[in-house]
T-cell receptor
Framework: GAVVSQHPSRVICKSGTSVKIECRSL??????MFWYRQFPKQSLMLMAT?????????EQGVEKDKFLINHASLTLSTLTVTSAHPEDSSFYIC??????FGSGTRLTVV | AQSVTQLGSHVSVSEGALVLLRCNYS??????LFWYVQYPNQGLQLLLK??????LVKGINGFEAEFKKSETSFHLTKPSAHMSDAAEYFC????????????FGTGTQLKVEL
């Protein structure tokens, strides 16, 4: 079955620095990937749709300059949290195929 | 626009008892529906999905769900709860097929007691 790999699983960074999260489809090609964010004890909210070879589509209220998405190949999408602040601390999770998810990344900004 | 409502943010059952987690959806097109389980600090594991085929869907770990169009529901059940079932459960809906974005419900925390 479809496998989605996400890396890193956990990251702690200092306020003001940038963090890159990778999402890979291991055994299939994904022209579209999705990035979600989950705050503690809350549900998952779609942040953006990543499209291979073109610009990502961001949901309302998500800062595109802060959450940079690159989908340069059919098997890799990256999410870069720029100038991270403590309020960006969250669980970020990607999906490919629409319903197959990576294992998520716990970001803590200190 | 699509939406999902999960009734009951917390459900508690005894080990061996029936598990029933409720999910109602709203969709302007025939939906695809999903149930996921999430253990603490982990990703989402797909339990089962409805993709317009059989209305009764069997999933992993003994779970099943029935799509009822007239009630716009997709409730998750398991005949006999196990301690390992204690987790957060999310219902989600996708419009226009399986390759699209999902809209999630707010989740139900299942507690299983001895």
């Amino acid at each position: 079955g479809a496998v989605v790999s996400q890396h890193p699983s956990r990251v702690i960074c200092k306020s003001g620095t940038s963090v890159k999260i990778e999402c890979r489809s291991l055994d299939f090609q994904a022209t579209t990937m999705f990035w979600y964010r989950q705050f503690p004890k809350q549900s998952l909210m779609l942040m953006a749709t990543s499209n291979e070879g073109s610009k990502a589509t961001y949901e309302q209220g998500v800062e595109k300059d802060k959450f940079l998405i690159n989908h340069a190949s059919l098997t890799l999408s990256t999410l870069t949290v720029t100038s991270a602040h403590p309020e960006d601390s969250s669980f970020y999770i990607c999906s490919a195929t629409g319903y197959t998810f990576g294992s998520g990344t716990r970001l803590t900004v200190v | 626009a699509q939406s999902v409502t999960q009734l009951g943010s917390h459900v508690s059952v005894s080990e061996g008892a029936l598990v029933l987690l409720r999910c109602n959806y709203s969709s302007s097109v025939p939906p695809y529906l999903f149930w996921y389980v999430q253990y603490p600090n982990q990703g989402l594991q797909l339990l089962l999905k409805y993709t317009s085929a059989a209305t009764l869907v069997k999933g992993i770990n003994g779970f099943e769900a029935e799509f009822k169009k007239s009630e716009t529901s997709f409730h998750l059940t398991k005949p006999s709860a196990h301690m390992s079932d204690a987790a957060e459960y999310f219902c989600a809906v996708s419009e226009g097929g399986g390759g699209n974005k999902l809209t999630f419900g707010t989740g139900t925390q299942l507690k299983v007691e001895l």
